[in-house]
C-alpha cells in the first residue's frame, strides 16, 4: 500500500505564481523526502527533512513537516514553466536499507 | 555530484527474449541500489533491494527468478529480465545510495516493450 499521498493529484498555475503540494503518510518515519519527476525520465532528489526538522528551504523550494499530523508540504515560490512535473513525496521508515515509499505523485503544470 | 547512469534506456524486443539493464554509481560507490518499476501515470514500485556481494532481498509478488538482479561491485547492479512477455512492458527506474540515510540517487530509467 502507498504510505504517502500527496494532493491534489494535479496542479495547474501561471508562471510566477506559488505552488503547494501537500503529502500525508500513515505510519512513523525516518526521514521524507521530496523528488521531481519530468515526463519518461528519472526522478531528481530536491530535498530530504528529517523526523526531528519541521522546516527546510532550498533555492524557491520551502519544506514543512508536521508530525503530529503526519503530513509534509513543498512549496515552490514564483514557478517557472521549467519547474512542469510531476512531484513525489517519499518517506522511509529508517532500518538497515532505508527503502522508500513513494506517494502517488502530483502533477504540476505551469503555464507560461 | 551524485550521478546514476541506466543504459539502455530504451529496449523494444520480442516475447521470450530476456534483457538486462544495468545501473551504475558514476562518482561515488553505491552499498545499496534499488530497482522500481513504474506504470503510466503511476508511482513507483519498488521491486528489490540489492546491497553490493550478497543476494538481493525482492519486495512480496516479485518473481525472484524473473527478475534477476546482481549487484556485482560497488558502481554496478544489473537487473534481467528473463523470457520476457508484454506483460512486462513497463518503465524500470534504478537508485543507488551511499551511506544509510543519505538520499537515493536514481538513473534515468529504461522503457522496456515486449512485442
Known amino acids: 500500500s502507498q504510505q504517502g499521498e500527496e494532493d491534489p493529484q494535479a496542479l495547474s498555475i501561471q508562471e510566477g505564481e506559488n505552488a503547494t503540494m501537500n503529502c500525508s503518510y500513515k505510519?512513523?518515519?525516518?526521514?521524507l523526502q521530496w523528488y521531481r519527476q519530468n515526463s519518461g525520465r528519472g526522478l531528481v532528489h530536491l530535498i530530504l527533512?528529517?523526523?526531528?526538522?519541521r522546516e527546510k528551504h532550498s533555492g524557491r523550494l520551502r519544506v514543512t513537516l508536521d508530525t503530529s499530523k503526519k503530513s509534509s508540504s513543498l512549496l515552490i515560490t514564483a514557478s517557472r514553466a521549467a519547474d512542469t512535473a510531476s512531484y513525489f513525496c517519499?518517506?522511509?521508515?529508517?532500518?538497515?536499507?532505508?527503502?522508500?515509499?513513494f506517494g502517488k505523485g502530483t502533477l504540476l503544470t505551469v503555464n507560461p | 555530484g551524485a550521478v546514476v547512469s541506466q543504459h539502455p534506456s530504451r529496449v523494444i524486443c520480442k516475447s521470450g527474449t530476456s534483457v538486462k539493464i544495468e545501473c551504475r554509481s558514476l562518482?561515488?560507490?553505491?552499498?545499496?541500489m534499488f530497482w522500481y518499476r513504474q506504470f503510466p501515470k503511476q508511482s513507483l514500485m519498488l521491486m528489490a533491494t540489492?546491497?553490493?556481494?550478497?543476494?538481493?532481498?525482492?519486495e512480496q509478488g516479485v518473481e525472484k527468478d524473473k527478475f534477476l538482479i546482481n549487484h556485482a561491485s560497488l558502481t554496478l547492479s544489473t537487473l534481467t529480465v528473463t523470457s520476457a512477455h508484454p506483460e512486462d512492458s513497463s518503465f524500470y527506474i534504478c537508485?543507488?545510495?551511499?551511506?544509510?540515510?543519505?538520499?537515493?540517487?536514481f538513473g534515468d530509467g529504461t522503457r522496456l516493450s515486449i512485442l
Open positions: 537508485s543507488a545510495r551511499g551511506a544509510t540515510n543519505q538520499p537515493q540517487h
Open positions: 527533512i528529517r523526523s526531528n526538522e
Open positions: 505510519t512513523s518515519i525516518n526521514n
Open positions: 517519499a518517506t522511509d521508515g529508517g532500518g538497515s536499507n532505508y527503502k522508500l515509499t
Open positions: 540489492s546491497n553490493e556481494g550478497s543476494k538481493a532481498t525482492y
Open positions: 562518482d561515488f560507490q553505491a552499498t545499496t
